[in-house]
C-alpha cells in the first residue's frame, strides 16, 4: 500500500510503499479533491486545507485536449497532522545536516494519505463522475474519463476539464451595439456559471434564452431595427429563414434549432407527451458547443 506524505510547513511531499518517508523532487502540484455525485456536493469543496479529505497529485497534462492524469489519494487515519521519521530533503539543507546525526533521518509534520480506494467502490469506479480540484475560493470541474490501478497500488484517473473556456468565445464588443452589450454579457455570464455545475436542463436553459439574446440583438443590427423584438427562439429561427432565405444561413439555424429542440426534454409534461429521451449532461454540453458556434457565425466572437 503506497503513502503520500504533505509536509505542513514546507509544502513539499514524500512518498513509499510502507510510509511516506522518500522526498519527491522536483515538488509536483498537490490539489485537493472533492467528488462531485450531485449539485450539493460543490457545498462540500473545503474553504481551506485541513490535511483531510481526498488529495490529487498532478502527472501530465495536454491543453489542446483539457485532460489531465494524476493519482488521487485518501485520508490516513482521522489524525489531520502527525509525526514521521523521513529521509533528509535535498532541497533544505538544514535537513542534510540533521540527518548526520539522526541516522539518515528527520522528524516532519505530515498529513499522511493511501491510495484512494473510495473511489474504485463507486459505479464503474466513479468514471463519469465529476472531481473538484481546489479550494472554494479557488477551484476547477473535471470528469473523470478513466480510472486505473497501478503496478504501485496507486490510484491513477484521466480527466478531462469542464470548463466553458474555449467552447463560449469572449464577445467581441466592436460587433454588438453599445445598449445591446450588457445583456448578451449577462446572459452569456449566466450560461459560464451554470456550465458543468448545474443540472442540465438549468444549463439549457440559459444557453436558449442566450441564444435568443444573441440572435434577437444580431437581427436587430441587420434589419436595422430601432429596437430590440423579443420573441421566442422558435420565431427568430424562422425570421433568420425569412431574412436570409433557406439555402443560407443554414448552420446557424440548425445549431439555434438544437438548442431549441433540448429545451422541452428537461420538462416533465412535454417529455411524456411526446416520448422524449431525459435530457443529461452530454446534452447539456451539446447546447454550450451549439451556442458557441452561434457566437461565432455571427462574428461575434474574439
Same mark, same amino acid.
Not at 510502507?18 to 472533492?34: F, I
Not at 542534510?96 to 459505479?123: D, F, M, R, W
Not at 434564452?209 to 437581427?219: D, K
Given at each position: ?11 513539499l511531499i514524500y512518498e513509499g510503499m510502507e510510509g511516506p518517508t522518500h522526498p519527491v523532487w522536483p515538488t509536483p502540484a498537490l490539489s ?55 529521509? !533528509?530533503?535535498? *532541497? #533544505? ?13 528527520? $522528524? ?7 491510495e484512494c480506494t473510495e473511489l474504485l467502490q463507486k459505479p464503474n469506479r466513479g468514471e463519469g ?10 477551484? $476547477? ?8 490501478? #497501478? ?12 470548463? *466553458? ?7 467581441? !464588443?466592436?460587433? %454588438? ?9 449577462? !446572459? ?22 442566450? &441564444?435568443?439574446? %444573441? ?21 427568430? #429561427? ?16 440548425? &445549431?439555434?434549432?438544437? #438548442? ?18 431525459? %435530457? ?9 458547443? &451549439?451556442?458557441?458556434?452561434? %457566437? ?7
Amino acid at each position: 500500500m503506497a503513502r503520500l506524505g504533505f509536509d505542513r510547513r514546507t509544502g513539499l511531499i514524500y512518498e513509499g510503499m510502507e510510509g511516506p518517508t522518500h522526498p519527491v523532487w522536483p515538488t509536483p502540484a498537490l490539489s485537493q479533491a472533492t467528488l462531485i455525485e450531485k449539485p450539493e456536493d460543490l457545498e462540500r469543496i473545503p474553504g481551506d486545507f485541513d490535511g483531510l479529505g481526498w488529495t490529487f497529485i498532478d502527472g501530465s497534462f495536454d491543453p489542446g485536449s483539457r485532460v489531465r492524469r494524476g493519482r488521487l489519494f485518501q485520508k490516513f487515519g482521522a489524525v489531520s497532522w502527525e509525526r514521521t521519521q523521513v529521509e !533528509a530533503h535535498p *532541497a #533544505i539543507n538544514s535537513d542534510l545536516q540533521k540527518a548526520t546525526i539522526n541516522g539518515g533521518h528527520v $522528524s516532519k509534520e505530515l498529513s499522511v494519505y493511501y491510495e484512494c480506494t473510495e473511489l474504485l467502490q463507486k459505479p464503474n469506479r466513479g468514471e463519469g463522475l465529476q472531481l473538484a480540484l481546489g479550494r472554494k475560493d479557488g477551484h $476547477s470541474l473535471w470528469r473523470i474519463l478513466q480510472t486505473e490501478r #497501478i503496478a504501485s497500488g496507486d490510484v491513477l484517473v484521466t480527466l478531462r476539464a469542464e470548463s *466553458a473556456f474555449g467552447v463560449i468565445p469572449q464577445l467581441d !464588443a466592436n460587433q %454588438i451595439a453599445t445598449d445591446a452589450l450588457p445583456g448578451v454579457q449577462a !446572459a452569456l455570464d449566466r450560461v459560464v456559471k451554470s456550465a458543468y455545475r448545474e443540472l442540465p436542463q438549468s444549463v439549457v436553459d440559459h444557453c436558449r434564452n442566450a &441564444a435568443v439574446m %444573441i440572435t434577437s440583438r444580431w437581427m436587430q443590427k441587420v434589419t436595422h431595427s430601432p429596437k430590440p423584438v423579443e420573441q421566442d427562439l422558435g420565431h427568430w #429561427i424562422n425570421a433568420v429563414r425569412s431574412q436570409f432565405g433557406d439555402g443560407k444561413r443554414f448552420a446557424l439555424r440548425s &445549431a439555434l434549432e438544437t #438548442i431549441n429542440r433540448l429545451h422541452p426534454r428537461g420538462k416533465d409534461n412535454e417529455s411524456y407527451k411526446h416520448s422524449l429521451r431525459n %435530457i443529461d449532461e452530454l446534452d447539456a454540453e451539446y447546447a454550450l458547443h &451549439a451556442l458557441g458556434f452561434v %457566437i461565432r457565425e455571427v462574428n461575434w466572437g474574439q
